[in-house]
């Protein structure tokens, strides 16, 4: 947890640090944006697989010039979102109270990662783009263990035992990238977004495809964040909508159930042939805004990831601040 809040405090001395009195007059300079979103399988009433992930983003203009950005790639003649993140998950095997290695379940895992990120939004080409390096731990570096025991005693929920058997420290380094493009659109009231993900790196490598609608009392996507970009004066400052979604998931690897490139000797985890090479989820959910501050809820379903695996779902709160 000690380490969680480093690399939050660091995050955020790094934006404003590099934060510059005189921007380039674009779209996105007064676009400042921060994030609190909370996954949990206790939404919808499970405690194994992803059972939590604390996400914390940051957007600001003048993370523009963060050393990183330099390999992330940016659309042209763009809006541009610059951002960092720190970022925790948490994964489990289905019984918690064992306290021996079970190999034929799901290992237990956790990761910590810092995230830069670049989302550029051309409107008129119904088109954004989302570039994102992360680096961190998977191991005990995270601090899943420490976070997950603290969330149970607090929830009076039963006691994680098996962590002893986690898997070992890892680096955490992958490459995102993330496409959606605007397909139909009844301006203000629906929309449908075609989406494609690609990660690359030593812990998630897989290809994702999905759609995504959007029904309700909205801003056009394309011109904003989470919360609108207020140099277009269209934009409404109450937005309620509901959404849904659904995606397919080609998967090469995965370190959360294999354990790493190099796994370790005395531990058996998944190997290529055990994980399910194609996974599906849906997603559905609810939004609502006002001016400078948002909520969203949403809960996700998901296929088993591998052999002997079961079906797992969790929940999401999330909540937005416009400065």
Not at 89 to 94: L, N
Not at 119 to 135: A, E, G, M, W, Y
């Amino acid at each position: 947890m000690r380490l969680f809040f480093l690399l939050l405090i660091f995050t955020v001395v790094v934006s404003e640090s590099t934060s510059a009195k005189k921007l380039d007059s674009l779209k996105y300079v007064q676009h400042k944006e921060l994030i609190f979103d909370w996954d949990n399988d206790i939404f919808v009433f499970k405690d194994f697989y992803y059972t939590q992930g604390a996400h914390i983003l940051y957007l600001n203009p003048g993370l523009r010039k963060n050393p990183a950005n330099h390999i992330l790639f940016q659309l042209k003649n763009a809006d541009y979102y610059y951002g960092l993140g720190v970022i925790q998950e948490i994964y489990t095997p289905k019984d918690l109270i064992d306290t021996l290695l079970n190999t034929i379940d799901r290992p237990y895992a956790g990761t910590l990662y810092l995230r830069s990120f670049v989302t550029s939004v051309v409107p008129d080409k119904k088109l954004r783009f989302t570039n994102q390096l992360d680096i961190g731990f998977l191991g005990p570096l995270a601090g899943a263990e420490q976070a997950q025991r603290i969330i149970h005693d607090w929830l009076d929920l039963d006691f994680p035992n098996g962590w002893d058997f986690q898997i070992e420290n890892r680096p955490y380094i992958n490459y995102n990238f993330l496409v959606e493009k605007g397909l139909i659109s009844v301006p203000g009231i629906f929309d449908f977004i075609g989406s494609s993900q690609l990660r690359v790196g030593n812990i998630h490598d897989d290809l994702q495809i999905g759609a995504n609608i959007r029904i309700g009392r909205m801003n056009d996507f394309l011109k904003g964040y989470n919360l609108g970009n207020k140099s277009y004066s269209e934009n409404r400052d109450f937005q309620f909508y509901i959404f849904g979604g659904a995606s397919a998931t080609a998967v090469l690897y995965n370190a959360t159930l294999m354990g790493g490139i190099i796994p370790p000797e005395d531990h058996q985890y998944f190997k290529l042939k055990d994980i399910k090479n194609f996974i599906y989820e849906l997603t559905g959910g609810a939004q609502i805004t006002y001016k400078f501050v948002g909520i969203r809820a949403q809960a996700i379903w998901k296929t088993p990831e591998f052999d002997g695996g079961e079906e797992h779902g969790w929940g999401t709160i999330a909540i937005y601040f416009r400065f």
